[in-house]
């Protein structure tokens, strides 16, 4: 499976953006997708995770209650909504697709990142 991130941009502290993932091959033999992010100087760390059914999702701590990843089947699209954005959540975001889990073993295919930056 081949995935494409995008919706990055600079945003205020408080403020929202809507990341999108779009998935193209065989995304049929694709469990879950996940969302993981790295900052400057920070080792890649697990966003957030979800069934390809949208059945199932896992969040990391630092982002529960303000992100919520979503599916959609029918455009082969995963979405993570983020809200009440902080400075701390400035990343390059990536997707990735394989297995549900939270770390990045977990996950065979992985897409280009996209730029999350939020001011304080």
């Known amino acids: 499976v081949q995935l494409q991130a995008s919706g990055g941009g600079l945003v205020q502290a408080g403020g929202s953006l809507r990341l999108s993932c779009g998935a193209s091959g065989r995304t049929f033999s694709t469990y879950a997708v996940g969302w993981f992010r790295q900052a400057p100087g920070k080792e890649r760390e697990f966003v957030a995770v979800?069934?390809?059914?949208?059945?199932?999702?896992y969040y990391a701590d630092s982002v529960k209650g303000r992100f919520t990843i979503s599916s959609d089947n029918a455009k082969s699209a995963v979405y993570l909504q983020m809200n009440s954005l902080k400075p701390e959540d400035t990343a390059v975001y990536y997707c990735a697709a394989g297995t549900f889990g939270s770390v990045q073993t977990d996950f065979r295919s992985w897409g280009q990142g996209t730029q999350v930056t939020v001011s304080s």
């Open positions: 979800i069934t390809w059914s949208g059945s199932v999702s």
